[in-house]
């Protein structure tokens, strides 16, 4: 069975793949980062999730000699022209403040009409040989943005997502119903067959 390195030290990350992957019946050996401790966190200084993700899975193919996947993704609101994308994670200033994040991004958009509070999660999930071999695809989550913040499920911006056709946020999303339709599990579903066609 071939090994496959996802560029991530979070379980939950690795989980969700494998069940991902397991759904469309791909046969690998999915492990995290925890299994390299010696590998260092890639710093993600790309312009966008593509260029995020294809760092950090070629830093890691590098590394461990073996086929590795990373991911980046955000939120990108219509009005802010795409913003805050990449730098979702530190919006407020200090990296996975989610309520600090969720609190400046309310009050930015607090003038803006419900009709075009258009947002989506966006995900680039990538593919690194360690050749040299890649392959990126992306996923959308599309949605508007509530003006409080709903559910207890999920993390991130999931409170303020009103997921597009549903009356729920995507925190008021059980995790099989969000995993269905969400950007992380389009990309890594999309990226499900080029993995079974280049390794196997």
Same mark, same amino acid.
Not at 121 to 136: I, K, M, Q, Y
């Given at each position: 069975?071939?090994?496959?390195?996802?560029?991530?030290? #979070?379980?939950?990350?690795?989980?969700?793949?494998?069940? =991902?992957?397991? +759904?469309?019946?791909?046969?690998?050996?999915?492990?995290?980062?925890?299994?390299?401790?010696?590998?260092?966190?890639?710093?993600?200084?790309?312009?966008?999730?593509?260029? #995020?993700?294809?760092?950090?899975?070629?830093?890691?193919?590098?590394? !461990?000699?073996? *086929?590795?996947?990373?991911?980046?993704?955000?939120?990108?609101?219509?009005?802010?022209?795409?913003?805050?994308? =990449?730098?979702?994670?530190?919006?407020?200033? /200090?990296?996975?403040?989610?309520?600090?994040?969720?609190?400046?991004?309310? +009050?930015?958009?607090?003038?803006?009409?419900?009709?075009?509070?258009?947002?989506?999660?966006?995900?680039?999930?990538?593919?690194?040989?360690?050749?040299?071999?890649?392959?990126?695809?992306?996923?959308?989550?599309?949605? /508007?943005? !509530?003006?409080? *913040?709903?559910?207890?499920?999920?993390?991130?911006?999931?409170?303020?997502?009103?997921?597009?056709?549903? !009356?729920?946020?995507? +925190?008021?999303?059980?995790?099989?119903?969000?995993?269905? =339709?969400?950007?992380?599990?389009?990309?890594?579903? +999309?990226?499900? *067959?080029?993995?079974?066609?280049?390794?196997?």
């Amino acid at each position: 069975m071939s090994r496959l390195v996802l560029a991530t030290r #979070n379980a939950n990350k690795v989980v969700e793949l494998q069940q =991902i992957f397991a +759904a469309v019946g791909l046969d690998v050996e999915l492990v995290g980062m925890d299994a390299y401790p010696d590998v260092p966190d890639v710093p993600e200084t790309g312009l966008t999730f593509a260029a #995020n993700a294809l760092l950090k899975a070629h830093a890691v193919a590098r590394a !461990t000699g073996l *086929p590795a996947i990373a991911d980046d993704s955000g939120l990108c609101v219509a009005a802010l022209n795409g913003m805050p994308g =990449i730098f979702s994670a530190r919006w407020a200033g /200090t990296h996975g403040d989610d309520s600090a994040n969720l609190r400046l991004l309310l +009050a930015q958009l607090s003038d803006i009409a419900d009709e075009h509070r258009e947002a989506w999660f966006a995900c680039a999930a990538a593919l690194a040989l360690p050749d040299g071999t890649e392959r990126v695809v992306e996923g959308r989550f599309e949605g /508007t943005l !509530t003006r409080e *913040p709903r559910g207890t499920g999920g993390f991130g911006y999931d409170p303020i997502l009103q997921v597009a056709g549903d !009356t729920r946020t995507a +925190a008021e999303l059980t995790a099989a119903e969000k995993n269905a =339709i969400s950007h992380r599990g389009k990309a890594f579903r +999309a990226l499900a *067959p080029i993995v079974s066609e280049l390794i196997g």
